[in-house]
Structure formats: C-alpha cells, structure tokens
C-alpha cells in the first residue's frame, strides 16, 4: 500500500510531502530544477492530521482572504504555506526549514494559483488518508 503524500504545483514548481514510515516524511520541492530541497522530516501522525485539518478548513469555507498554516508550532517546524487569494484559488509561498525555523538554512518558493476545488481534494485525500 502506498504511503500517504500530498503533491501541490505542477511540472515546473511543485512541493511533495510523503510519509515514508510512521514519524517520518520526506519534504520534497523544485523549482525549474534550479533550485531542489529533498529532507527527512521527524513529524507524527496526529502532527500532520492537524495540519490538514487546518489547511481544510480554509479552504472548506473560503473567506478570500489570505491565511497561513505551518505543520508545526515552534523552532522545529518543517514546512509553513503561506495562501494567497487569487482568482477561484491560492497561490502559495512555501518556507523550508530542514534545520529548524531559523535563517541560515531555508528555501522560500512560489507555487502558481490551483483551483480551491483541487486543492480541498488533495488536502482532503491526504486527511483520509491518515484517519482510516
């Protein structure tokens, strides 16, 4: 059985969070392949059910506004997606962190607007996919 992962952006900039065993992910994103990050991140089940429970509901009921949400609170937080309003969707600026929240070592990207209706799937099949 494949492992719950979610992949946002497309062929040119995409993020991809996979979980490769139980608390662990690999955190995985490029941009035009100038730019890659691929890192191993210590994160629990019930960390990432959060996490896509508070993407979904900003995106269940969107206000129009812009929203941020990061995997997890505090110095060792992996990923943080900052939504932007655009059109029917987000775009999302996407800040890396493979050693911990601080300045020297971070990869900050942008991910092109996708649909609120794609992105309630992807983050809703991410969710199920960790709650069967």
């Given at each position: 059985m494949e492992e719950p992962r979610m992949h946002l952006?497309?062929?040119v900039v995409w993020l991809e969070?996979?979980?490769?065993?139980?608390?662990?992910w690999q955190i995985?994103?490029?941009?035009?392949?100038?730019?890659?990050?691929?890192f191993t991140a210590?994160?629990?089940?019930?960390?990432v059910v959060d996490y896509v429970a508070r993407m979904l509901s900003h995106l269940r009921a969107p206000s129009g506004e812009r929203f941020s949400a990061a995997v997890t609170p505090g110095r060792n937080n992996?990923?943080?997606?900052?939504a932007e309003p655009v059109g029917d969707g987000f775009a999302?600026?996407?800040r890396l962190t493979p050693n911990g929240d601080d300045d020297v070592c971070h990869l900050q990207m942008e991910i092109d607007p996708i649909?609120?209706?794609e992105l309630r799937e992807t983050f809703s099949a991410l969710h199920a996919a960790l709650v069967l």
């Open positions: 952006g497309n062929d969070l996979a979980r490769t065993r139980e608390d662990s995985t994103a490029d941009w035009s392949s100038w730019l890659t990050a691929d210590d994160l629990s089940a019930a960390e992996p990923l943080t997606l900052k999302f600026f996407v649909a609120t209706s």
